[in-house]
Nanobody
Framework: VQLQASGGGLVQAGGSLRLSCAASGNIGRIYVMAWYRQALGKQRELVAR???????NYAASVKGRFTISRDNAKNTVYLQMNSLKPEDTAVYYC??????????WGQGTLVTVSS
């Protein structure tokens, strides 16, 4: 399974970005699609995830500002990021969990929020 993430870039504080991540290859059942991020000098952290039941979880720091969604027909997960803050600056990674078939990571896309 290959994951191709896109949509990162430079934005001013208060602005918005939309990240996309498309899965391709030998795709079976996908249970969870998620976005993680890693800021410079910090550990990778979960930002948001969406289960195949459409249940979603968010990190407290992004709740109310970010929205995760998935298009199962396109094997794509999105992250709509609004009201961005400088502390949201990080490399964002998509992740898919296929249960016993394993988990897969995208290559990362850089989001930079200027103050």
């Amino acid at each position: 399974v290959q994951l191709q993430a896109s949509g990162g870039g430079l934005v001013q504080a208060g602005g918005s970005l939309r990240l996309s991540c498309a899965a391709s290859g030998n795709i079976g059942r996908i249970y969870v699609m998620a976005w993680y991020r890693q800021a410079l000098g910090k550990q990778r952290e979960l930002v948001a995830r969406v289960f195949n039941s459409d249940t979603t979880n968010y990190a407290a720091s992004v709740k109310g500002r970010f929205t995760i969604s998935r298009d199962n027909a396109k094997n794509t997960v999105y992250l709509q990021m609004n009201s961005l803050k400088p502390e949201d600056t990080a490399v964002y990674y998509c992740n898919v969990d296929q249960g016993v078939s394993g988990t897969h990571w995208g290559q990362g896309t850089l989001v930079t929020v200027s103050s």
